[in-house]
């Protein structure tokens, strides 16, 4: 063995690894499978022509969600580190694009945990239905205790408690290590959550009603394809839904084996959360079917997405459903499930990224990055105006975050470094699906463009209509502020060098061993 492969050996160990494919596959998936896949994915595709959006769907999942999984599974599992880090083994120059991600999941895993919080809560309330007879009025009043925009101090501690155990859960889960932390609660909770809601859409389906739901979801709207709209609708979904961009993949394919097969993973990964989309549609319009003929109104009136379905329609079905208790926990503890793995996978981004650089203990690691995000979690998201900062900060590092290091990424792999043709050397070497020239041409061309137009929609909402109707001082700070902030000290974070023991230039993606052992979980 080679000095360079025992080097390369001895730093993967210390990193930690999944204990094999299937773990990689189950944590990939965790990560995929989130609240979006739930509470957004059944009105994107009600709203852009039901049964026709299938189309526009798959073709944005074949076109540009599985090969941007092929691109970041390429960087982390050939070159064996964080996203900076495969980053800059890539190329020194595209270091920052790395840090740019690891910014924005640290400001994604901030306001994620309050809404974990918020179905944690929910679970329980579910029990007794306390929301009472108006959820709405529970959800915003005595739950939230919202008040006029703005940003405020006052602390509610129904809120704070469940949102600092979500935290105490993290903590625990991030420092126990890649496999017995972050494999092992998706081992754990993916299975879980397949049959919980598995069961859950079962109970909806006999609901009085939930054929009205379904008729209104897969009736199909073919004159919708001519819209481009939709065909945004299309590709945006696919993009958040799949966790690309974050950084997430790449971090996550590093962990695994050299010799996995990373195409036939992805393409598992891919089926796998359209799959459990698909299953949430079924299960949500078929609960919205029954509230709607509960309520003798047709579905488009009662059916929403997001906040409004999860904390306010859903608590109204489960009033008037039969074993309502039942399908409110089933709901809800789905929520707390595919939320939880998602979280999980963004605060691994930051915690890899940590180690990489500083050359620090997973545990050392873990409070550097958790600790932060802790309190600023707490002090934003627990105060009576923590929703509205919430959905400013979601919306806007969605958009202009996600999407537009994304396209960057894209372009400055394929016309900057001009690094797709060996990334996809690799990719074949081990691989169950053969990647072409087909590929280069989406990552190059295709899936930028489609990427690129949902972009400028976007921003070109955001310009024509100030978003939501928050004040512009709100939108400034907790938007476009922390969009250029999270950018800005990612590049800044590329200038710090790295420690002399960490192999940046002239490294190989040379196996240390074919039959070693798997790397440990350090503590």
């Known amino acids: ?174 420092a126990l290590g890649v496999s017995r932390g972050v494999g092992a609660t998706s081992v754990i909770f993916i299975p879980v959550l397949v049959v919980a809601f598995g069961a859950l859409v079962v109970q909806a389906l006999l609901l009085p009603g939930a054929t009205l739901g379904l008729d209104a979801l897969f009736a199909p709207n073919w004159s919708a394809l001519a819209e481009p709209a ?35 993973s992805a393409m598992v990964v891919g089926l796998s959360n359209s799959g459990f989309e698909l299953l949430a549609g079924i299960g949500v319009f078929a609960a919205l079917g029954f509230m709607a003929q509960a309520a003798g109104a047709a579905v488009g009136e009662v059916a929403t997405s997001g906040i409004g379905l999860a904390f306010i329609a859903f608590p109204t079905i489960v009033n008037e459903a039969p074993a309502g208790a039942v399908l409110g926990v089933l709901f809800f503890a789905s929520l707390v499930m595919a939320g939880f793995t998602s979280l999980v996978s963004v605060l691994e981004v930051v915690i890899s990224a940590v180690r990489d650089k500083l050359e620090v203990s997973r545990t050392r690691a873990t409070l550097l990055v958790t600790v932060p995000c802790a309190v600023l979690s707490l002090l934003w998201f627990s105060t009576t105006s923590g929703i509205y900062v919430l959905d400013i900060v979601d919306h806007f590092i969605n958009r202009f975050g996600i999407l537009l290091v994304a396209v960057v990424s894209m372009l400055v792999v394929a016309w900057g470094v001009r690094a797709l043709p060996r990334l996809r050397d690799h990719l074949n070497r081990d691989g169950s699906v ?81 039959t070693a052992p798997l790397g440990k979980d350090p503590s």
Request: net charge neutral; charged share 10%.
């Open 1 to 174: 063995m080679s000095t360079d492969a025992i080097h390369d050996e001895a730093a993967e160990a210390r990193r930690g690894a999944f204990t094999g494919r299937r773990v990689f596959i189950l944590a990939a998936i965790g990560s995929a499978v989130g609240l979006g896949n739930i509470w957004r994915f059944p009105y994107v595709a009600y709203e852009n022509g039901g049964g026709a959006f299938i189309l526009p769907y798959l073709v944005a999942l074949f076109t540009a969600g599985i090969p941007f999984l092929f691109l970041e599974y390429a960087l982390g599992h050939k070159h064996r580190g964080s996203a900076p880090l495969s980053f800059a083994r890539l190329s020194r120059g595209t270091e920052g694009l790395g840090w740019w991600q690891v910014g924005i999941c640290f400001m994604i895993a901030v306001y994620y945990a309050a809404v974990i919080g918020w179905a944690l809560s929910y679970t329980v309330f579910s029990l007794g239905k306390s929301w009472g007879t108006d959820p709405n009025a529970f959800f915003f009043g005595e739950y939230l205790q919202v008040g006029d925009p703005g940003v405020t101090l006052d602390v509610v501690p129904g809120v704070l408690l469940p949102l600092a155990v979500v935290w105490l859960a993290l903590i625990v889960v991030m």
């Open 434 to 514: 053969p990647v072409g020239a087909w590929w280069i041409v989406l990552i190059a061309g295709v899936t930028p463009l489609a990427l690129g137009f949902v972009l400028v929609r976007e921003l070109w909402a955001v310009l024509q209509e100030p978003y939501g109707g928050y004040p512009q001082w709100m939108l400034l700070v907790f938007g476009w502020a922390v969009v250029v902030l999270v950018a800005g000290v990612g590049f800044l974070l590329a200038r710090v060098p790295w420690r002399p023991q960490t192999r940046i230039d002239g490294y190989n993606d040379v196996d240390p061993a074919p």
């Open 230 to 264: 939709v065909w945004a609708a299309a590709y945006g979904q696919i993009f958040f839904s799949l966790s690309i961009g974050f950084g997430i993949m790449i971090t996550y394919s590093s962990y695994v084996h050299r010799h996995t097969d990373m195409t036939g």
